[in-house]
């Protein structure tokens, strides 16, 4: 038999000169089955991650989360080290199928059938879960796939049994098992799991005979609710992620393991020391010369400080999707008032101060209220309608259908969504949050970095770009991706623009290209010499979403059309471009060596940088913590400069970067990657909205934003 060979001195070579061979992908392939064989074989494997049910958390509704250990090989500076991180995962909770089919359905009561919610709920869980059956005994290790639930119980559920004569009756899954096995079912009305049986026929074993092994990945989109209860859970300080990293490094132990020992490998338990500097942030410029110095990636904002560019309200109002009873009309007023007064104060002209207030709880439908509270408002205010706010009951409801039907139809209504609790309890520090987006709709400019702080954008004609494709959630096959693309067109680094696109899903591990790139390019190229009567000379493009094996890709087709919307402009139309692909999907993670260099959350401090030791050995990157620490351990993002016709020197770069992730219009604090690519991930959530509501996004043009609301920040 033929055993292939694998070169690990192409490798050494490649870490030694930098030259790159087919053989060091396969030396690296080789070296990370070698590190991981031994837990891969002892543990549960989910990606490049292994788990335990040690210390399982329950996030309810039948899954329950692990706690794991990611580690893999990666390329450094003239020499290899092993990423080692700690997970966490979604499993279908092992036992019991009537145990965890109460967990996912708790009102269901076991001596009736389950009602069409709890059904669903039920199969949505366990579909194409594996289970095993008892009334076959221990030795019976014969794994089903639940394909489907059966619609009435055991005691109802019919099929055609072939008798001893060679005849056929009809017996029901409960009869059947009674006789068959000798199997009294407790709870004949509990229904049964369908597998696929012989001659396309469905084959069904009542649920209190089966049995669901732990250690299932749940594959399927998570609730809001299990969302928050695993971030709550995974969230871990810098201190404690150490103390755990330490841990994890115990369990791999790689000292003891012989098939890291058959290839020569030899692994420090010590975490890496890498050098790193802090980037000295640039100072915020409010009007009449009032600036800001940012402390640990945070500024506060108070009466003192006024929009740079103001806007003017003329023509607004409240509607809210509450009963007056629960909201009252007094308190809706209160919170009118201090948010004019705020706005006011921060320099907006606000010209109607007492816009006209309407209650409604649509019952179907939201376009005939929507329309009714416009038509008010024009009529009160004299004008067209400039902005609605929407008070809403709670999160999520409705926002998807107002989004969807102000934006996407012929009537453009800028919107904002406030939630009533958050009305109810209006401060001056809510109101001047919610004003900033306010502005930012309206067309105004909250605030710039001083003078100098974005040297290669105010030297002008740069087009700053953020891209990103997302996908839809496990499970929802039937959903398309979605492609949005922001576009700065100011020289303050505030004013953005977008354009979203939808596109056939790709399946998982296709690479994910923007189709129609050319043609989205162009219209934001023509709509940024519309507002800045000058063609960009310059493109700095930031693309998320893109893993380390889709680079070449990435960079052969999107470059690629970046290129050819200039040439369809204009063939003599070449401005230079800088192609950067944005990482936070990843392991890596970095920690102070002491108090002293970190900031209040115990995290590195905001505008850390790492470029050496750690980075790639031949390629442009550097890690970049813009942000200050919340919650948890931070995570930095990592810039990977994949095609440079600006000539970057690294300083200029990681400055450029970190300043830009200053200027953000829904906070005031530094975002944790650049706005443009922030923005994105916005707008592409927007779309989902329109999707989610059966907005027509079947055709692979780009999806229909309302032309005046085009060219303005809608999406914030």
């Avoid at 590190?35 to 399982?56: C, I």
């Avoid at 500076?77 to 995962?89: E, I, P, Y």
């Avoid at 308190?331 to 816009?355: C, H, Y």
């Avoid at 990103?468 to 922001?486: F, L, N, Q």
Wanted: aromatic share 8%; hydrophobic share 35%; glycine share 8%.
């Amino acid at each position: 038999m033929h055993v292939n060979e694998i070169d690990m001195e192409a490798l050494a070579n490649f870490l030694r000169t930098g030259r790159y061979t087919q053989d060091c992908t396969e030396a690296i392939q080789a070296l990370n089955v070698a590190l991981t064989h031994k837990p891969y074989s002892n543990m549960v494997t989910v990606g490049r991650s292994v788990f335990t049910p040690d210390g399982a958390q329950d996030l309810r509704g039948g899954v329950e989360m692990w706690h794991g250990i990611f580690h893999t090989v990666r390329l450094g500076q003239q020499q290899l080290f092993v990423n080692v991180d700690k997970s966490a995962g979604a499993f279908v909770k092992g036992g019991s199928a009537i145990e965890l089919m109460r967990s996912i359905a708790p009102r269901w009561n076991l001596s009736q059938s389950l009602d069409r919610r709890e059904k669903d709920a039920i199969e949505t869980v366990l579909k194409g879960c594996f289970f095993r059956v008892t009334h076959r005994g221990k030795q019976f290790k014969r794994k089903y796939k639940m394909t489907q639930l059966s619609r009435a119980g055991a005691d109802d559920t019919w099929f055609d049994h072939t008798t001893n004569d060679g005849g056929t009756r009809k017996v029901s899954v409960e009869e059947y098992y009674t006789h068959t096995y000798n199997a009294k079912l407790h709870y004949p009305r509990a229904p049964c799991f369908g597998v696929p049986g012989r001659n396309n026929t469905i084959a069904y074993f009542p649920a209190e005979l089966c049995y669901f092994e732990s250690g299932q990945p749940y594959k399927k989109k998570l609730n809001d609710e299990q969302v928050a209860l695993m971030l709550r859970a995974a969230s871990m300080k810098p201190e404690p992620r150490i103390q755990k990293i330490k841990q994890s490094i115990q369990t791999l132990d790689f000292r003891n393991n012989p098939f890291l020992a058959a290839f020569g490998m030899s692994i420090s338990d010590r975490m890496a020391d890498v050098p790193a500097r802090v980037l000295q942030a640039p100072r915020i410029e409010f009007a009449r010369g009032v600036k800001v110095v940012p402390r640990q990636g945070t500024w506060e904002l108070n009466a003192s400080q006024q929009y740079l560019g103001g806007a003017t309200l003329r023509s607004w109002g409240i509607l809210v999707f509450e009963n007056e009873g629960r909201l009252h009309r007094g308190k809706v007023e209160s919170f009118i008032r201090r948010l004019v007064q705020v706005l006011s104060t921060a320099g907006l002209n606000v010209v109607m101060m007492e816009p006209p207030i309407g209650y409604t709880q649509p019952q179907g439908s939201i376009d005939k209220e929507i329309g009714v509270a416009r038509r008010r408002i024009e009529n009160v205010c004299k004008g067209p309608i400039q902005l609605l706010i929407a008070i809403l009951p709670g999160k999520g409801l409705m926002y998807p259908d107002i989004k969807a039907y102000c934006e996407t139809t012929e009537l453009g209504i800028m919107t904002q969504c406030a939630l009533a609790l958050k009305i109810e309890k209006a401060n001056d520090a809510y109101c001047r949050l919610l004003g900033m987006k306010i502005v930012a709709k309206l067309g105004g400019t909250v605030s710039r970095l001083e003078e100098n702080s974005l040297g290669f954008i105010e030297r002008g004609r740069t087009l700053v770009v953020g891209a990103d494709v997302t996908h839809a959630a496990p499970g929802e096959t039937d959903r398309p991706s979605i492609a949005s693309v922001v576009a700065l067109v100011d020289d303050c680094g505030f004013r953005h623009i977008g354009r979203i696109q939808r596109q056939p899903s790709q399946g998982v591990g296709a690479v994910e290209v923007i189709e129609g790139l050319p043609a989205l390019m162009m219209d934001l190229i023509a709509s940024y010499k519309q507002i800045m009567k000058h063609h960009p000379q310059r493109i700095l493009f930031y693309r998320d979403g893109v893993s380390e094996s889709q680079f070449p890709e990435i960079l052969r087709t999107e470059v690629k059309a970046i290129k050819i919307a200039c040439h369809q402009i204009d063939p003599k139309y070449k401005p230079a471009v800088t192609f950067i692909v944005v990482k936070k999907r990843h392991n890596t993670r970095f920690f102070p060596m002491d108090r002293q260099n970190s900031d209040r959350s115990g995290n590195c401090e905001s505008g850390t940088v790492v470029d050496t030791v750690i980075s790639h050995p031949t390629e442009f990157d550097f890690y970049l913590q813009s942000h200050a620490g919340l919650q948890g351990t931070s995570r930095c993002a990592q810039y990977c400069v994949l095609y440079d016709e600006n000539k970057f020197s690294s300083d200029d770069l990681q400055q450029l970067t970190f300043n830009l992730c200053h200027v953000y219009s829904r906070c005031s604090k530094a975002t944790s990657i650049v706005p443009a690519v922030q923005y994105a991930h916005l707008l592409a959530y927007r779309a989902r909205c329109y999707r989610d509501v059966g907005v027509n996004t079947d055709r692979p043009e780009a999806m229909p934003i309302a032309d005046d609301l085009k060219n303005t920040m809608f999406f914030v």
